[in-house]
């Protein structure tokens, strides 16, 4: 047997895309929205909602961050990004002109197009409500294509909310409900002060033609879980994006791995039917 | 060390004391090598050997760490801790191949500007004498 | 007919190699055999187990540069790195050219890691079938055996007239241009491996006991360092981090072990792999059920390094067999 | 030695378990390959003939302690060994009344890997002057009473080098290191529960794997065990590039010993002279 190596010029997958740091908004006061534009222009990055890419603070390193505008809005790529580690603590400290890096988009999406029709339930917690706003973006910019929209966005403190700005806009989209909830309110709160877990179980949406996306963390997935299958929710109605330690987005490093599946290229989109199939439970 | 073959000094002076020093130096005009780049520390006690390697390792020719005079601490005994704990890690160091003459810890009162600069003068003769150290 | 190079023949050739090319061979350091790039023909040790560290640091190397940043006022240059050096490994045992060839599986898997690929291309690997298998290794039961050619470019069998010589590639053949190769009708003999490890089906035994407590039992014992990952001719796993030198920025990545504690601890603390069981299950997982299930081999050739390497004896044959009787017993039970 | 040694302990081991004073005991059993030995985790007290003791027991099983807090457990501890349950206990990591100290008066260990054996005494054993462990609740063998004074011939020898040389020397085995911290693991002193070489915010120690690095992470690692390190050396026995680590605490070991008279986990209420002071200490330091 002689075998003959093809010598072809590989691009390198770790090589980011220049981009530019347009503009930084706090969302939260720890949790601030980045708007990046690459400078290859923002065609070259077809992207749909839940997909993740990296992105660089040079000279720290780079991290998984899930793209939190809808790609039709050509608003630029948006990052909401929480103060928790030495690469978003960097990106934290950069102002509008920085140079920076892009690589992606990488990942599975929330499959959008298949839930026309239905009813859709959203469901967010804390930061984990950012990789949901595209999907609330694409589907009230085409808002005939669905049935009732529930969107619940919980968070720690009224502060916390991500995306306060735009929940006008939301709550006045035709059939569609915005709630709100925190665990705990302050002087100027009148809402919700309760779980979301609670408030899934106190709103009792209808499992019929309905679809639910719930992100957010751990302990808080797995209570609303429960609440979703105790109001009829089959496992197959249930959607949610996994969060995992990754260092490549390639499926190379092997970190973000449950069982033989990666976070980072099979997912992290996945409904629970496909979770409660993995041979690792976390 | 610099291309024009002076030495690099990192100093960690204690905010009560060898800073202050270093500041009478300078007020008072008592000319010191610029050699020293200086850090200031709420005390010497704060300063975590884990500093004094990590100058050698990224390149320092020398360090100096310098702190109240025993039984001056601000803190009432940081510096008490750090001799002990400098003690070690000179000889540590040096057997690992970085002089001890590479590295100094002095006690200097925020009065006593003159010896300050004498001590960093001194320093930076001893390491210019000693040549850089290499690293990579 | 056998192709034979004679043992002088061999060293004006390896030193001819030198001339242009790194070469790369086994060299006593202190009482360890390491690859190391070598000088002389002096420096190459042609009597040994096998290296105490396997080859796949010369295409996955601890500590490898991805690309550089340079930043120059407000404009930044990007340059992804490039491997430019010809190297030539001699001496490599073919269990570890098969596990070279078994990394293809992830690396070259769309899209290809780049750095891999540059190494693969610009490395010619000239084997050392082994004349006597050490009491660790277990190549065959893995599916090799210890005169396996079939990842390597050339490979060389020691017999009395000198190297017995059977050109694999084209890459192989080229180096070999100009080398005069006598005829001789002797045949190398074929050394076995004496430990049998029982690998058949062992992909549905470790499926079958994945939820067992042995996982646990076995981490008491394991003191979570990184050895058996860093010896291991197919681990892969890899960090990445900027590096700042004077205003210079490289992105680089090194070894990495899912033996660490934080491995997979994301930045806000959730681990969903915090207790020690579970990050073993995960080493031997990956390599006796995720990596066949991803790209059929499995993800041992059997050099045997864990089992000497290993401070508290960890032993991957012994795993094996415990994992198929487990298996068989989880059979009988549903039965 | 063998046999009887290894009688004692198993008879011990199956009386614990059997009247439920711990839920394991922690021993060494025979490895894989016949020849060496390994630790072994005991629960069932119809287990204790797996137990074994001979001259390949050289891991220091107190580490494993760290792992079993809060449940009953016997250990086996040599003389080295055991003044890691000292340094546990004055450090506050164990509680003595949840652990069963099985002593072992050493007969020192051999130089021995995965299927070899040699004849050979560890070095550990020469420099050793602790047969005896300083803590037990059952002891096995005759205590050794007379110890020879401490010798450090290992460490002038490295002195003696010109400070080029030894700078060349570490160098070159930072080269070789491969930051796999089996060093740290194997270590009983080592039990941070972040430990600094992997804090990346700072982040005090790359992650680059190249000499400059690991020269950082060797020297602070054994500084940290300045003044606390008991001699075991399962940090070099470990390590597998075999970086002579026991010259560095060795050198430590030597100038704790000069500086402050002190020897780590020799009674179970002293405080390792890094986190005190006297007042009056004549260390060359400004005097």
Redesign the interface.
């Given at each position: 047997?002689?075998?003959?190596?093809?010598?072809k010029v590989?691009?390198?997958?770790?090589?980011?895309y220049?981009a530019t740091l347009k503009s930084v908004i706090d969302l939260t006061p720890d949790v601030k929205l980045f708007t990046l534009e690459l400078d290859r222009g923002e065609d070259e990055f077809d992207y749909k909602p839940g997909q993740f890419a990296f992105v660089?603070?040079?000279?720290?390193?780079?991290?998984p961050l899930g793209l939190t505008s809808a790609a039709h809005r050509k608003e630029g790529l948006q990052f909401a990004v929480?103060r928790?580690?030495s690469?978003?603590n960097a990106l934290h400290q950069l102002e509008p002109?920085a140079?920076t890096?892009v690589r992606g988009p990488f990942g599975n999406f929330f499959p959008v197009d298949d839930y026309n029709g239905k009813n859709i339930i959203i469901i967010g917690g804390g930061i984990g409500f950012a990789p949901l706003r595209p999907v609330i973006n694409t589907i009230l910019d085409n808002r005939d294509g669905y049935a009732d929209i529930l969107i619940l966005n919980g968070a720690r403190t009224p502060q916390d909310l991500c995306f306060a700005a735009e929940f006008d806009d939301w709550a006045k989209s035709p059939r569609t409900k915005l709630e709100l909830t925190v665990d705990a309110g302050d002087e100027n709160w009148n809402g919700r002060v309760a779980l979301i877990p609670d408030v899934v179980a106190e709103l009792e949406p209808s499992p019929k033609d309905a679809i639910a996306i719930i992100c957010g963390?751990?302990i808080m997935i797995r209570f609303t879980l429960t609440k979703l299958k105790q109001l009829g929710f089959a496992n197959e109605q249930i959607v949610t994006t996994l969060?995992?330690?990754m260092?490549?987005g390639?499926?190379?490093?092997?970190?973000?791995?449950?069982?033989?599946k990666y976070v980072c290229r099979d997912g992290p989109v996945f409904t629970f039917e496909q979770i409660s199939q993995f041979?690792?439970q976390? | 060390m610099s291309a024009d073959n002076e030495p690099l000094i990192i100093g960690f002076l204690c905010n009560w004391c060898s800073y202050a020093g270093a500041d009478m130096a300078g007020t008072s005009r008592q000319a010191y090598p610029a050699n020293i780049r200086i850090m200031r520390v709420p005390c010497s006690g704060r300063v975590d050997p884990l500093l004094i390697v990590k100058c050698f390792e990224e390149g320092a020719d020398a360090v100096l760490v310098a702190g109240c005079h025993p039984g001056d601490c601000h803190y009432s005994e940081g510096n008490y801790y750090s001799r002990r704990r400098f003690a070690l890690l000179r000889e540590l160091l040096d057997f690992m191949g970085i002089e001890k003459e590479r590295f100094r810890i002095e006690w200097v009162s925020a009065s006593e500007g003159k010896r300050f600069a004498k001590i960093v003068s001194d320093f930076t003769e001893d390491a210019t004498k000693l040549g850089s150290r290499k690293v990579s | 007919m056998t192709k034979i190079l004679g043992k002088k023949e061999l060293e004006s050739w390896l030193s001819s190699i030198m001339k242009d090319r790194t070469l790369v061979a086994p060299k006593h350091?202190?009482?360890?055999t390491?690859f190391s790039p070598v000088q002389s023909v002096e420096e190459i040790a042609f009597n040994y187990e096998n290296t105490?560290?396997s080859p796949k640091e010369l295409f996955f190397p601890?500590?490898d540069t991805?690309?550089t940043?340079e930043?120059k006022d407000?404009?930044?240059e990007?340059t992804?790195?490039v491997i430019e050096q010809e190297t030539v490994i001699f001496g490599i045992r073919p269990c570890d050219a098969w596990g070279i060839a078994t990394l293809d599986g992830?690396?070259l898997?769309d899209?290809?890691?780049?750095?891999w690929?540059?190494h693969?291309?610009k490395t010619t690997m000239i084997g050392l079938a082994c004349t006597k298998p050490a009491?660790?290794c277990f190549c065959t039961s893995m599916g090799s055996a210890p005169n396996d050619s079939?990842n390597v470019d050339i490979l060389l069998t020691e017999v009395d007239e000198g190297y017995a010589v059977e050109t694999?590639?084209?890459?192989g053949?080229r180096l070999l241009q100009g080398v005069e190769l006598k005829e001789s009708d002797v045949k190398p003999s074929v050394p076995s491996c004496d430990t049998d490890v029982p690998a058949e089906g062992i992909v549905e035994a470790t499926?079958k006991v994945?939820d067992d407590p042995y996982w646990s039992?076995l981490a008491?014992?394991c003191?979570?360092?990184?050895?058996c990952?860093?010896?291991c001719p197919t681990c892969?796993?890899?960090?990445?981090?900027?590096?700042?030198d004077r205003g210079k920025?490289e992105?680089?990545?090194?070894?990495?072990?899912?033996q660490?504690?934080?491995?997979?601890?994301?930045?806000?603390g959730?681990d969903?792999r915090a207790d020690?069981g579970?990050r073993l299950r995960?080493r031997f997982?990956?390599k006796l059920?995720?990596f066949p299930?991803?790209f059929g081999p499995l993800g041992c050739v059997g050099c045997g390094r864990c089992?000497?390497?290993?401070?508290?004896?960890i032993?991957i044959?012994?795993i094996i067999s415990d994992l198929q009787e487990l298996g068989a017993k989880v059979g009988q039970g549903s039965n | 030695m063998g046999a009887d040694f290894t009688q004692q302990i198993r008879d011990k081991a199956k009386e614990l378990l059997e009247k439920g004073t711990v839920e394991c005991v922690i021993g060494y059993e025979t490895?894989?390959?016949g020849v060496?030995a390994?630790?072994?985790?005991i629960h069932d007290p119809a287990e204790v003939d797996r137990l074994v003791f001979d001259n390949t027991c050289s891991?220091n099983l107190v580490?494993?302690l760290l792992?079993k807090k809060g449940k009953p457990t016997a250990v086996v501890v040599k003389g080295c060994d055991s003044r890691a349950v000292n340094l546990l206990l004055s450090e506050k990591q164990i509680e003595r009344n949840q652990a069963f100290i099985i002593g072992v008066v050493c007969p020192s260990v051999v130089e021995w890997?995965?299927?070899k054996r040699s004849e050979q005494i560890q070095k550990r054993c020469d420099w050793c002057r602790q047969h005896t462990p300083v803590v037990y609740d059952f002891l096995v063998g005759e205590p050794v009473t007379e110890e020879p004074p401490p010798d450090f011939a290992d460490v002038a020898e490295m002195e003696a080098k010109t400070t080029e040389e030894r700078a060349a020397f570490w160098r070159e085995q930072a080269e070789?290191c491969?930051?796999?911290?089996?060093c740290?693991?194997?270590c009983p002193g080592c039990y941070c529960i972040?430990c600094f070489v992997?804090e990346?915010d700072p982040?005090w120690v790359?992650?680059?794997?190249?000499p400059q690095e690991n020269l950082m992470w060797n020297t602070i690692r054994a500084f940290h065990l300045g003044g606390r390190c008991i001699s075991c050396n399962?940090c070099e026995?470990?390590c597998?590039?075999?970086i002579p680590l026991s010259l560095l605490n060795r050198k430590l070991e030597q100038e704790v010993l000069s500086l402050f008279d002190y020897r780590a986990g020799m009674s179970d209420d002293t405080i390792a002279p890094l986190i005190t002071f006297r007042k009056d200490d004549k260390l060359g330091i400004g005097e």
């Open positions: 047997m002689v075998k003959e190596a093809t010598e590989i691009p390198n997958p770790f090589v980011p220049p660089s603070a040079f000279g720290v390193g780079e991290c929480r928790v580690g690469v978003t002109g140079k890096g963390p751990p969060e995992g330690k260092k490549c390639l499926g190379k490093c092997f970190r973000c791995n449950v069982g033989d041979i690792e976390f | - | 350091v202190d009482d360890l390491l105490n560290l601890r500590t991805l690309f940043v930043r407000s404009e930044m990007i992804p790195a992830p690396y898997d899209p290809a890691d780049s750095l690929a540059q693969r291309a009491p660790q079939s694999v590639t084209a890459k053949e499926q994945f039992r008491d014992r003191i979570h360092c990184n050895i990952a860093y010896v892969y796993c890899f960090d990445v981090r900027d590096r700042t920025i992105r680089i990545r090194t070894w990495e072990s899912c660490s504690k934080g491995f997979t601890r994301i930045a806000g959730y969903p020690k579970t995960q997982c990956h059920l995720y299930q991803q089992v000497t390497a290993c401070p508290v004896n032993d044959r012994e | 490895g894989s390959d060496s390994r630790p072994a985790f891991h580490k494993y792992n890997g995965w299927n070789r491969l930051r796999c911290y089996a740290r693991q194997a972040d992997e990346l982040e790359g992650i680059r794997i190249a399962e026995r470990v597998p590039v075999n």
